[in-house]
C-alpha cells in the first residue's frame, strides 16, 4: 500500500543518541464533515491499539457567513510499549475543515513510536471510507 503525500520532516531531530524519525501525511477531502472524519480518525487509530493523549474539537462560525461554520480538531496518541506504557506520542493529527468545503487532514508520524504497520492499517481504513472524497492533485 502507498502512503499519500509522504514528506520526510526537515527538522529530523537527534536526541539522546537515538535518531527520531518523523514523516507527515497530508490529504484534502471534499464534502466530508471535519467532525466525522476526527471521529473516524480517532477509532481507526483506537483499532490499532494506541492511546489517546490528548483529543480537542473546536468550531467557529465562518467570517462571511454566520450559517457557516468551520472546524478544528487536534488529537495525539502513544501506542504502548511491551510494558504498556506509551507516554511518548507517536501521532498527532490536525484536522480542519468546513462540510460545505474541503476539510484537510494532517498526520505528523514519529515512526520509531507509531509502527508503520499500524500507520498502513489507519490508512487502509481512512481510505476504504474516504478516498471517494479525496481530492487527488494533480
Given amino acids: 500500500m502507498a502512503i499519500d503525500k509522504v514528506t520526510s520532516n526537515p527538522y529530523d531531530e537527534i536526541q539522546e543518541g ?29 483499532k490499532q491499539g494506541a492511546v489517546v493523549n490528548d483529543s480537542k474539537m473546536e468550531t467557529f462560525s465562518s467570517p462571511n457567513d454566520s450559517s457557516s461554520f468551520i472546524s478544528r480538531g487536534t488529537l495525539t496518541f502513544s501506542v504502548p510499549n511491551k510494558t504498556g506504557k506509551g507516554n511518548n506520542s507517536g501521532l498527532s493529527v490536525h484536522i480542519v475543515g468546513s462540510a460545505k468545503d474541503e476539510t484537510k487532514l494532517i498526520m505528523d508520524v514519529d515512526e520509531k513510536l507509531f509502527p508503520k504497520d499500524k500507520l498502513a492499517a489507519l490508512q487502509d481504513d481512512l481510505d476504504f471510507i474516504f478516498s471517494s472524497y479525496e481530492v487527488k492533485s494533480a
Avoid: A, C, G
Fill in 18 to 46: 537515538l535518531e527520531i524519525i518523523k514523516m507527515q501525511i497530508r490529504k484534502t477531502y471534499k464534502s466530508v464533515n471535519p467532525e466525522l472524519l476526527f471521529s473516524e480518525v480517532k477509532d481507526f487509530t483506537l
